[in-house]
């Protein structure tokens, strides 16, 4: 069950805005970890993963991968999401087997979206589409329920996870400081004053400053 509130839409029917910075949307769905509803998970950092199908080389892949690092993802204090339209059942079954070949336990839940209610509410998939052709995405919901970020990939290109920790590191940061990552910002780098922020100094050349600082920093 999705509650999906009201919002422009253009000609095309397509939402006329993006979801980055807007609330997200609430659900219940079915998990391989029981019932889970997002609304309940208020309070901390939420990846939201989707993937076009179960038992598929590129999300096999995947879900090894994240398994693998799910415990950098919880230090963070991340909650790790899966979703696919597969049952829960197909779900289980995957997991097993990925769990049994690969010698790693995907210990987040994995969500069934069989009416593809939640893929289509956060865009995950064309809204004309009869197919999960397109579905590989990945939402990052923060502590007040608000999607900070959100990436695509095709359905041929596996995602990074290395980028995946990357992003999430940054919006904590950020999100917690108040203050800019530059381009290649890693884990331990320099951070930068926002615009507005730099602007309010007495420097001049507050442009310049700010990459100094950061420069410094880094």
């Keep these: 069950m999705v509650q999906n509130p009201d919002e422009p839409s253009d000609t095309t029917g397509f939402a006329a805005r993006s979801l980055v910075g807007g609330p997200a949307i ?7 970890r029981g019932e ?40 963070m204090g991340v909650q790790l999401l899966g979703l696919s339209v597969d049952s829960v059942f197909s ?3 995957w997991i097993e087997w990925i769990e049994r ?28 589409s009869a197919t999960t052709a397109t579905v590989r995405s990945c939402l990052f919901i923060d502590p007040a329920q608000r999607v900070q970020a959100l990436i695509h990939y095709p359905m ?13 590191a940054a919006l904590i940061e950020t999100y917690e400081t108040n203050k ?11 951070v930068m004053l926002s615009a507005v922020d730099a602007l309010a100094g ?15 920093k880094s």
């Design 156 to 168: 041929h290109i596996g995602r990074s996870v290395d980028e995946l920790l990357r992003v999430q």
């Design 36 to 75: 889970v509803r997002l609304s309940d998970l208020a309070g901390r950092w939420v990846l939201l993963f989707c993937h076009p199908a179960d038992f598929t080389p590129v999300c096999t892949s995947e879900f090894v991968a994240l398994a693998r690092e799910q415990g950098r993802f919880a230090d």
């Design 26 to 32: 609430d659900f219940v769905a079915r998990s391989t």
């Design 202 to 216: 007495p420097k001049k050349d507050w442009l310049q400053h700010v990459m100094r600082l950061n420069k410094t």
């Design 91 to 93: 779900h289980m079954g």
């Design 180 to 190: 800019t990552t530059p381009a290649n910002w890693a884990p331990g780098d320099g």
């Design 101 to 128: 070949e690969f010698d790693v336990s995907v210990d987040f839940p994995v969500l069934e979206d069989v009416s593809m209610d939640i893929a289509r509410a956060y865009g995950m998939i064309d809204a004309y």
